[in-house]
């Protein structure tokens, strides 16, 4: 582990904030969309880990842990807006969510 | 008894001008809810007591020379200092008993022509408030006290010319006595905003004549700026009493109800002109070429008036135009520094001229609203009292030995051409020509009222479809009591030293503007100009007989027809309103519609106000474009930004 070096590190966090950025971007399902949030979130949270252990400093800890409980609120609201959309329309479909505004 | 009455004149003056504004509040609100027979208490209870009270204010004001009451400081800015004070002299006294007595009188005969209308009481209400008004212009102390009664007056004037104002040429009659009047009241506040100059503050009557009779400062006799002032105060008079070039409104005014021209466009409002000459004599005679101006202006307009009146057909506008006539010889009185001539003609004027209106309200009456002499004739016989009263009062007009007419007449005649200004450059010619427009004007007074007279009362009925008949009790009334005023006035101001009540009773009113003219009169003149308006008077009742009743009656139709353009001019009123229209109406309304079309329209509600809300919108519609409810594209949108910033930052 100690042998892995930051860069390589740096590249996996962009990779998953930029899949997720995609899957945000793209993706039509409330639910992919979603997951998607997740995978940028964590992409945050390898980059403040992996500066965290290359600088030696443990203040990033704490950062993670809020994004993560922040993460969870915003599951909680993200699905219960998918399941409001989901009674609403019959489905999750964004494209269609679209419809509300006015 | 006379003790008490002294001692409380200042608080009659109150119940004077408080009395018709209760009553005009009591019928102005609650009017509607009460009864015909209430509202006719209140309405005609107010003058009454009004009048009771000024009676008895004169009589506790004899042997003194004025009376002052305050009730509270009005206006305190700075130097200007108004209070709410009335002044009770002479003159006020005179006009106070005049304005409450006619107006009781009126009154009480409106109860009787008004009767049936839909709104009894607002007309009661409004002619409270007009008597309101008035009485507060006689008896303000500061100029700007009388302005403020003066403005009242226009306004009641106004309601009640357009009283009936579902009808439209009422009411725009009503605007344009409003209107035309504020041209002349312009010319009061411009002299008003001078004379405040001048006095450092006090617009006050009696400090005015302190710093006249002082001198110095401005009050230069024969000063320009003295001049200017009077002029522009001018102007404000010939407004209000309808004197050439602003005599227009007069004639329109008679839309409103009978009573009210006898009370508000005959009797009183429109002397106020009269009065507020009178009231700064001291003032006007300082000017000797204003009071040129005014004499020429006011036997220009007695003569004017006189030949319209002799070929109009609506018993209304013959006599309107001779109120207009009468009033330019009481403003030729003014301007020839006969002050109590002219007050003495105003006071007779207002008894004959209140009777012909109401006795031609009374003829209307009877023949259910038709206004044209031509339809009428024989009425005499089915009116006897309406009748009486109104050859009376006619035969005062005319001026006619012995009636109350010629005494008032004749007195401003022979000073048009006795007084003479002290000092002054004021050229000799304007007097004899004064006289001798004034003298063709009585001519024609007397021609036109006896060819009203004939034609309505004399002869057989012409129309076919009214039915005349006496008038009640309520009407004929005030008229008997008129048409005795009407005869008898005249007895208080007889051209005898000794026996001339009324230029010793307002001779201290008048004194300082009296001393700055001379007398170069003599009995003789007098007597031989009374021989000489006897003349002239039974010349013209001679010629309307012969050319309306008697033998020559085919002459006036082919006189007509012989002046041909002239006739149809002077029965065009000289086409003065058609010059009005086309030299300050339609240009103005040209440029109305301009600045309408262009500044409004445009400049203001497109561009200023539409503007900016349609330019957000036009910015807006294209910006919504990025705004479309799309959340993954504003994410798109997001990463594209972030990308590019950091593509920026990033080295």
Known sequence: MSGVPLSWWLVLATALFGIGALGVVTRRNALVVLMSLELMLNGVNVAFLAFARARGDSLAHAAVFIVMAVAAAEVAVGLALAIALFRHGGNVDLDRARRMKG | ?651
Not at chain 2, 483 to 491: E, I, N, P, V
Request: charged share 10%.
């Open chain 2, 1 to 651: 008894m006379h003790a008490l009455v002294r001692d409380n004149v200042g608080t009659l003056l109150w119940v004077v001008v408080f009395a018709p504004l209760a009553g005009a509040i009591v019928n102005g609100i609650l009017g509607p809810r009460l009864k015909r027979g209430t509202v006719s208490l209140v309405g005609v209870g107010a003058p009454v007591v009004a009048f009771v009270a000024s009676a008895l204010a004169t009589w506790g004001l004899a042997g003194r020379e004025a009376v002052s009451t305050t009730l509270f400081t009005w206006i305190q800015a700075g130097p200007i200092r108004v209070d709410l004070s009335l002044w009770l002299d002479p003159l006020s006294a005179v006009m106070i008993l005049i304005v409450t007595g006619i107006g009781s009188l009126i009154h009480l005969y409106s109860t009787g022509y008004m009767h049936g209308d839909p709104s009894y009481s607002r007309y009661f209400s409004h002619l409270n408030l007009f008597l309101f008004a008035m009485l507060l212009l006689v008896l303000g102390k500061s100029l700007l006290l009388l302005f403020v009664g003066w403005e009242g007056v226009g306004l009641c004037s106004y309601l009640l010319i357009g009283f009936w104002f579902d009808d439209m040429a009422k009411a725009v009659a009503g605007k344009k006595a409003f209107l035309v009047n504020r041209i002349g009241d312009f010319g009061f506040l411009l002299g008003m905003f001078v004379l405040v100059f001048w006095m450092e503050g006090s617009l006050d009557v009696p400090a005015l004549r302190d710093a006249v009779d002082m001198g110095g400062g401005h009050f230069v006799p024969g000063g320009t700026g003295v001049m200017l002032v009077t002029l522009a105060l001018f102007l404000g008079a010939t407004g209000k009493s309808a004197q050439i070039p602003l005599h227009v409104w007069l004639p329109d005014a008679m839309a409103g109800p009978t009573p009210v021209s006898a009370l508000i466009h005959a009797a009183t409002m429109v002397t106020a002109g009269v009065y507020m000459i009178a009231r700064l004599n001291f003032l006007f005679a300082l000017a000797p070429t204003t009071m040129a101006i005014v004499a020429l202006t006011g036997a220009a307009t007695a003569l004017f008036a006189a030949s319209i009146g002799l070929v109009q057909n609506d018993i209304k506008k013959v006599l309107a135009y001779s109120t207009v006539s009468q009033l330019g010889y009481m403003v030729l009185g003014a301007g020839v520094g006969a002050f109590g001539a002219g007050v003495f003609h105003l006071m007779t004027h207002a008894f004959f001229k209140a009777c012909l209106f109401l006795g031609a309200g009374s003829v209307i009456h009877a023949m259910a609203g038709c206004q044209d002499i031509r339809l009428m004739g024989g009425l005499g016989k089915r009116m006897p009292w309406t009748r009486a009263t109104f050859l009376v009062s006619t035969l005062a007009i005319a001026g006619v030995p012995l009636l109350s007419g010629f005494f008032s007449k004749d007195e401003i005649l022979y000073k048009t051409l006795a007084l003479q200004p002290a000092s002054g450059p004021v050229a000799g010619w304007i007097g004899p020509l004064c006289f001798a427009m004034a003298l063709a004007a009585a001519l024609l007074t007397a021609t036109y009222m006896f060819r009203l007279y004939f034609l309505t009362f004399s002869g057989e009925l012409r129309s076919h479809h009214a039915h005349p008949h006496e008038s009640p009790a309520s009407m004929t009334i005030p008229l008997v009591v008129l048409a005795a005023g009407a005869a008898l006035a005249g007895y208080v101001g007889l051209p005898i030293e000794h026996l001339n009540f009324w230029e010793h009773w307002l001779h201290p009113v008048f004194e300082d503007g009296a001393a700055r003219f001379v007398s170069t009169g003599s009995h003789a003149l007098e007597y031989g100009l009374m021989g000489v308006s006897t003349v002239v008077a039974c010349g013209g009742i001679a010629l309307a007989w012969a050319l309306w009743r008697g033998p020559l009656t085919h002459v006036p139709a082919k006189a007509a027809a012989a002046a041909g353009g002239f006739y149809r001019l002077v029965c065009d009123r000289y086409r003065i309103d058609e010059l009005y229209d086309a030299i300050a109406i339609r240009p103005f309304q040209a440029l109305a519609r301009v600045t309408h079309r262009w500044l409004d329209a445009f400049g203001i509600d497109a561009v200023l106000v539409n503007g900016p809300p349609r330019a957000v919108g036009w910015i807006g519609s294209i910006v919504r474009v990025a705004a479309n409810g799309d959340v993954q594209a504003y994410a798109a949108a997001l990463f594209v930004g972030l990308a590019v910033l950091l593509w920026l930052v990033i080295p």
